[in-house]
């Protein structure tokens, strides 16, 4: 195969990361839309190109063993890490969060970043919910440890 087939995923991710920003209500409404389109890009040629039953069992084995193998991870992961309380009297301050982000990174790397999110999330807001500003340090938290943290082990 081609490096074409590689267009209608990078038209798909442009369009997820600027739909929401250039056009707005339009992408409120028709993503879903616009996501067919960018599978249909595949599908199509696939179709023509390899024949139906070909295509047909591409999508199906996309969507049944690694779509649903996913979901279903990820089903597990917030099932198991939002049953996880994190209690403590502990306040937000830039060595506490430093902390909760330093640990969050290597707890990434070892139950992966959506587990260890869905753990130290809620802990991160409470300690810092009498800040008056305190919006980086959850953006600082979505890098680092739902992103970057991952990156240290395979698991991630």
């Known amino acids: 195969m081609s490096l074409w087939w590689v267009l209608p995923f990078a038209g798909l991710l442009l369009c997820i990361a600027t739909g929401p920003l250039l056009f707005?209500?339009?992408?409120e409404h028709h993503y879903g839309k616009i996501a067919a389109?960018?599978?249909?890009?595949v599908i199509g040629p696939l179709a023509l190109a390899f024949g139906i039953p070909?295509?047909?069992?591409a999508v199906l084995h996309a969507l049944l063993?690694?779509?649903m193998s996913?979901?279903?991870?990820l089903f597990a992961l917030f099932t198991i890490?939002?049953?996880?309380?994190?209690?403590?009297?502990i306040h937000g301050t830039p060595l506490v969060n430093a902390g909760l982000l330093l640990g969050g990174a290597v707890l990434a790397s070892v139950i992966g970043t959506t587990g260890a999110s869905m753990i130290l999330i809620r802990?991160?807001?409470?300690?810092?919910?009498?800040?008056?500003f305190n919006a980086h340090v959850v953006i600082f938290f979505i890098f680092l440890v739902s992103n970057i943290g991952g990156s240290l082990t395979p698991l991630g």
Request: zero cysteines; a positive charge.
């Open 24 to 27: 707005r209500h339009a992408w």
């Open 123 to 132: 802990p991160l807001i409470r300690a810092n919910d009498n800040r008056r």
């Open 81 to 89: 890490s939002g049953g996880i309380f994190v209690a403590g009297n």
């Open 70 to 73: 996913f979901i279903i991870l």
């Open 65 to 67: 063993t690694e779509y």
């Open 37 to 41: 389109f960018w599978a249909a890009l």
């Open 54 to 57: 070909s295509a047909t069992q």
